[in-house]
Structures are given as C-alpha cells and as structure tokens.
C-alpha cells in the first residue's frame, strides 16, 4: 500500500529557510500529481504548491516566489524548499499524492509542524 512519511518540519526565524521531505513508499500509477498543503486551526487545509505529471509546479500566491517543490532522481521523495519564512507561514504541513485510474486515488503524509518565530 503506498505510505507518505514526512520529516524536516521544525522551528525557523523568520526569514530563514526550512526544507520539508516527503518519502514515498508502494505502487504509485504514472500520471500522479504531487502536492503540498498546510493547515492551521483556523483555515482548515490550505493548497500551497502541486505537480500534475511533468508538468510545471503550480504555487499559491501567498508562497510564489519564496516555496520550491522538486523532486529526487528516482522520484521516490519529494521536497518543499521554504524561503524567506514569515510568521503567517507557520502551520501543520502536509504532502499529498493523487491520482485517477480505475477509481481515484488520494495519499496524505502524516504531517509535520513549522513555527516561525523570533
């Protein structure tokens, strides 16, 4: 069964940088789309950045131009480069991976917490 197992999450100043790792495990169809989300107690889940095949990355305007997804050489982990982390950044970050064959398919890590404080 595919499994998303998180780690990098921590506590950062701000303007400072975090890297978050997302290692994914199973049998994963080909035409999948990779994601990052982010939750705080007042938002629910948020859409920060995904990836549909070899398509460009699609980021929210709140993260353009500060977050980075990238993925390794085997594809097996993903990444989510966090710069020029604010305060308002700071939440449960979670990794998703989707797809559709037969039916939909919809994986979530176990989410990591990122504070941003001075």
């Known amino acids: 069964q595919v499994q998303l197992v998180q780690s990098g999450g921590g506590l950062v100043r701000p303007g400072g940088s975090l890297k978050l790792s997302c290692a994914v495990s199973g049998s994963i169809y080909s035409l999948h789309t990779v994601g990052w989300y982010r939750q705080t107690p007042g938002t629910g889940r948020d859409f920060i950045a995904s990836?549909?095949?070899?398509?460009?990355?699609t980021y929210a305007g709140s993260v353009k131009g500060r977050f980075t997804m990238s993925r390794d050489n085997n594809k097996n982990t993903f990444f989510l480069q966090m710069n020029s982390l604010k305060p308002e950044d700071t939440a449960v970050y979670y990794c998703?991976?989707?797809?559709?064959?037969?039916?939909?398919?919809?994986?979530w890590g176990q989410g990591t917490q990122v504070t941003v404080s001075s």
């Open positions: 990836r549909f095949g070899n398509n460009t990355t």
């Open positions: 998703n991976l989707n797809w559709y064959s037969d039916k939909y398919y919809d994986y």
